[in-house]
């Protein structure tokens, strides 16, 4: 069989011309072998009519052996040069052939060097498209952070203005007796603040990142 891949003609057949070449091979072959025991029940059966014969069975199964490696021989011989015809002639597309789907490579002919360097610009295009796509992901990280920071400080906020109200309702109004007041809340505001300034540096952490 031969070893030339054939890629372009497998391109337009569907198939490899070797493929199609192994399957005749195989096809005749089979054919091949069932028509020798064809032969051979044919033999087995006239030799029924001649009692006297001492031509046994397994006589006949060994020449039928015989003959069949005789037969497969030359048939191999014949086979090879056929391939070989059916090959270059018939499933062989010439050089000079440029199938319908290819035209647009005879119009935009490209070098090996433009062709590589046109990969090398889809390759960074690709690269570019991932980092900006990954610094789009960590800028909408940052403001979901941003946004929880913000409703984090209207909370403290809304703590300070309850917090202002309650003083008046109670009387304190001067900056000391606020202070007093302050003082004995002040555990609850330092929480928040805590958790607000670990928040703002992990959106620092993302800048310096980014």
Same mark, same amino acid.
């Not at 059916?86 to 070098?111: A, F, G, M, R, T």
């Given at each position: 069989? =031969?070893?030339?891949?054939?890629?372009?003609?497998?391109?337009?057949? %569907? !198939?490899?011309?070797?493929?199609?070449?192994?399957?005749?091979?195989?096809?005749? &072959?089979?054919?091949?072998?069932?028509?020798?025991?064809? $032969?051979? *029940?044919?033999?087995?059966?006239?030799? $029924?009519?001649?009692?006297?014969?001492?031509?046994?069975?397994?006589?006949?199964?060994?020449?039928?052996? #015989?003959?069949?490696? !005789?037969? @497969?021989?030359?048939?191999? @011989?014949?086979?090879?040069?056929?391939?070989?015809?059916?090959?270059?002639?018939?499933?062989?597309?010439?050089?000079?052939?440029?199938?319908?789907?290819?035209? $647009?490579?005879?119009?935009?002919?490209?070098?090996?060097?433009? !062709?590589?360097?046109? +990969?090398?610009?889809?390759? &960074?295009?690709? &690269?570019?498209?991932?980092?900006?796509? *990954?610094? %789009?992901?960590?800028? /909408?990280?940052?403001?979901?952070?941003?946004?929880?920071? +913000?409703?984090?400080?209207?909370?403290?906020? &809304?703590?300070?203005?309850?917090?202002?109200?309650?003083? /008046?309702?109670?009387?304190?109004?001067?900056?000391?007796? =606020?202070?007093? !007041?302050?003082?004995?809340? *002040? #555990?609850?505001?330092?929480?928040?603040?805590?958790? $607000?300034?670990? @928040? *703002?540096?992990?959106?620092?952490? /993302?800048? +310096?990142?980014?």
């Amino acid at each position: 069989m =031969s070893v030339n891949p054939m890629a372009y003609e497998a391109q337009f057949f %569907g !198939f490899t011309p070797q493929t199609c070449m192994l399957r005749v091979y195989i096809a005749f &072959q089979d054919y091949l072998f069932e028509m020798m025991l064809v $032969v051979e *029940s044919v033999i087995l059966k006239k030799l $029924v009519g001649f009692p006297d014969c001492t031509i046994s069975p397994f006589q006949i199964r060994k020449s039928t052996e #015989k003959f069949l490696l !005789f037969m @497969k021989d030359h048939f191999d @011989k014949l086979f090879s040069k056929m391939e070989e015809v059916l090959l270059q002639l018939v499933l062989n597309i010439p050089e000079n052939v440029l199938l319908p789907e290819d035209k $647009v490579h005879e119009q935009y002919p490209y070098s090996k060097e433009q !062709f590589q360097a046109l +990969q090398e610009e889809i390759r &960074q295009l690709q &690269q570019q498209y991932k980092a900006e796509a *990954s610094a %789009g992901q960590a800028l /909408r990280a940052e403001l979901e952070e941003q946004k929880a920071v +913000q409703a984090e400080l209207e909370k403290i906020l &809304q703590w300070f203005d309850g917090l202002e109200n309650i003083c /008046r309702e109670h009387g304190t109004g001067n900056f000391k007796e =606020s202070f007093a !007041f302050l003082t004995q809340n *002040s #555990k609850k505001l330092q929480d928040v603040l805590k958790e $607000v300034e670990e @928040k *703002s540096k992990k959106i620092k952490k /993302r800048d +310096q990142l980014l």
